[in-house]
């Protein structure tokens, strides 16, 4: 009995925060299926059931194209983002060269410095290349990511060093060495770099707005934000709400497909090392 009552009050804590965080999104994905004139009720359940919000948004909105492009231009930067993240990060962990600590400090910096600093030098570069309105000036910029880097890294530190020695004294390489001997060990910390890498690049909002201006270039955030602000979703908060709930959906279902990979990345490997 004595050792029940901490853990009861640990479970309830638990339920407690879960319905806290739990509580806004249920909250809004109830909204999107009510009439407009009942969100700001306090019972969150609807009187009636509509799909009035919805058909706005797909009305209002190419979100094929959109989805389209969304999915084009996330997919490339995770994956360009792991595989120079992974290279960089076995040079930094099991390749001994002159620098390589003072590289490390130098990627460790770059997670330091607010984007926006970056934002007018970059959008200078995108021009300059012409690559404005176009899928190279929305994934180039990204494919390289310090967090990726920072999580391979420690999790590369963390297999055994007689493991790689014994690849190369068969005659492996060390590019063989990463992908056939490294990747299949690190699948949690290459899903835990890539769910990051993906939700951040599927939230991106900002820098496409700067540098894409035809509509058939557009990606989801960007598309949902002018339909917000600029007049598409009619000043109504349903459509909002259902538009904010589509563009959310991908991630939620990326990271419950993933979810025991990337507990058990950040319980085995955190940020040790």
Do not use: C
Request: no cysteine; hydrophobic share 60%; net charge positive.
């Amino acid at each position: 009995m004595r050792g029940r009552l901490p853990r009861l009050l640990a479970q309830a804590a638990l339920v407690v925060g879960a319905v806290v965080f739990a509580y806004p999104f249920v909250w809004m994905a109830l909204a999107t299926l009510k009439p407009e004139a009942e969100i700001a009720a306090l019972n969150p359940l609807p009187s009636r059931w509509t799909a009035e919000s919805y058909r706005l948004v797909f009305e209002t909105i190419p979100l094929g194209r959109a989805f389209w492009n969304s999915v084009l231009v996330t997919g490339l930067v995770t994956t360009l983002a792991l595989f120079f993240g992974s290279v960089t990060a076995y040079a930094l962990s099991r390749l001994s060269w002159r620098g390589r600590e003072a590289a490390f400090a130098l990627i460790l910096f770059t997670m330091m410095v607010p984007f926006l600093v970056l934002l007018i030098p970059l959008y200078t570069l995108v021009v300059g290349f012409g690559w404005t309105d176009s899928y190279a000036g929305l994934v180039v910029p990204f494919m390289m990511n310090a967090t990726a880097v920072l999580i391979l890294r420690q999790h590369f530190l963390s297999l055994p060093q007689g493991l790689i020695d014994a690849a190369r004294i068969d005659g492996a390489g060390e590019f063989r060495i990463l992908f056939r001997i490294v990747w299949p060990l690190s699948v949690p910390a290459l899903v835990t770099a890539g769910i990051i890498v993906f939700i951040g690049s599927w939230n991106e909002v900002l820098w496409p707005l700067l540098v894409v201006r035809d509509e058939a270039m557009m990606t989801m955030p960007q598309m949902v934000t002018l339909f917000a602000v600029g007049g598409g979703a009619e000043s109504r908060l349903g459509p909002q709400l259902a538009a904010a709930l589509l563009l959310a959906l991908p991630v939620l279902l990326a990271y419950a497909a993933f979810q025991r990979r990337f507990v058990e990345s950040l319980a085995t490997t955190g940020l040790k090392g």
